[in-house]
Nanobody
Framework: QGQVAESGGGLVQPGGSLRLSCAAS????????MGWYRQAPGKERELVAA???????NYADSVKGRFTISRDNAKNTMYVQMDSLKPEDTAVYYC??????????WGQGTQVIVSS
């Protein structure tokens, strides 16, 4: 079946840092790709960063150089280190996992607020 759950959101001042985690569970199959998406009020959900099973990554232009995605395949866990945060990074951040079976799951989301 599979499920994912995010953690680590919160309130941070501009220029600050946060680390989000996403734990996938409930499936005996491996995960082919994982990604972070975000959705700000009144906007569509957008890709922030993604990482494949072999560690290949891609980032949205808006976060390149500030966010770093990583994963621990043994733990089926993905992380994103977010540095130099800006008010425009404020959004609900969602984790998405795709298993090798083709199953796709979204997390419930975690709120990130960047404000002074």
């Amino acid at each position: 079946q599979g499920q994912v759950a995010e953690s680590g959101g919160g309130l941070v001042q501009p220029g600050g840092s946060l680390r989000l985690s996403c734990a996938a569970s409930g499936s005996g199959f491996s995960i082919s790709s994982m990604g972070w998406y975000r959705q700000a009020p009144g906007k569509e959900r957008e890709l922030v960063a993604a990482i494949t099973q072999d560690g290949s990554t891609n980032y949205a232009d808006s976060v390149k150089g500030r966010f770093t995605i990583s994963r621990d395949n043994a733990k089926n866990t993905m992380y994103v280190q977010m540095d130099s945060l800006k008010p425009e990074d404020t959004a609900v951040y969602y984790c998405r996992a795709v298993w090798t079976t083709g199953a796709l799951r979204w997390g419930q989301g975690t709120q990130v607020i960047v404000s002074s």
